[in-house]
């Protein structure tokens, strides 16, 4: 059986749903991170920085445009060091600007990828998958990196069998 890992960031508070700003209790990425779990047995690593993130979603999206342009790697709260005992590895996140959040990139710099299975899972407004997979490429070395799966922040609180569904057939 094989062993996998959930690596996710998500932004719980002000969000972007539907064309609108609404206050989520919990994050779109949380909540696949958790289905995955729910459907394979997988294990949750959360990742969170030191310095939060502005509450207000605007001041939020210009403060990661401003990480991606200094190509910033914000401090984490926790490292994950080792994820040898694994074979696969889902890095889930949300679409920000174009590719996953910095501190995701932070993260994953601190990890050695070697003959692991990655998959890509991309929380969107309208992005899609955009560079995930391209981008994951770059950081996990040596490792086979799947296609992208991209699900729409605004239908993630129904789509729980289609998440299923997925984890199922690619990790389970």
């Known amino acids: ?36 779990r729910d459907a394979v047995g997988a294990d949750l ?11 207000d979603y605007m001041e939020c999206t210009e403060a990661a445009r401003q990480e991606q342009r200094d190509n910033a790697r914000p401090k984490l709260k926790a490292y994950l060091r080792d994820i040898k005992e694994y074979d696969n590895i889902v890095i889930a996140g949300p ?8 501190a ?10 070697r003959g692991k299975h990655v998959f890509p899972v991309m929380t969107h ?7 995930s997979r391209s981008d ?10 799947e296609k992208t799966f991209a699900i729409q922040g605004s239908s993630v609180e129904g789509a729980r069998e289609k998440v299923a569904a997925w984890a199922t057939k690619h990790l389970g």
Do not use: D
């Not at 690593?45 to 509450?55: H, S």
């Not at 994951?136 to 990196?145: D, I």
């Open 136 to 145: 994951l490429k770059k950081f996990c070395t040596g490792a086979k990196v």
């Open 95 to 102: 679409c920000w600007w174009g590719t996953y959040p910095c």
């Open 125 to 131: 407004e309208g992005s899609g998958e955009a560079n």
């Open 104 to 113: 995701v990139f932070a993260q994953l710099e601190k990890l050695h990828f």
């Open 1 to 36: 059986m094989s062993r996998n890992l959930v690596i996710y960031f998500s932004r719980k508070g002000q969000n972007y749903v539907n064309g609108k700003i609404v206050e989520l209790e919990k994050g779109n990425t949380e909540l696949v991170a958790e289905y995955i």
């Open 45 to 55: 690593f959360e990742i969170e920085t030191v310095k939060e993130y502005p509450a």
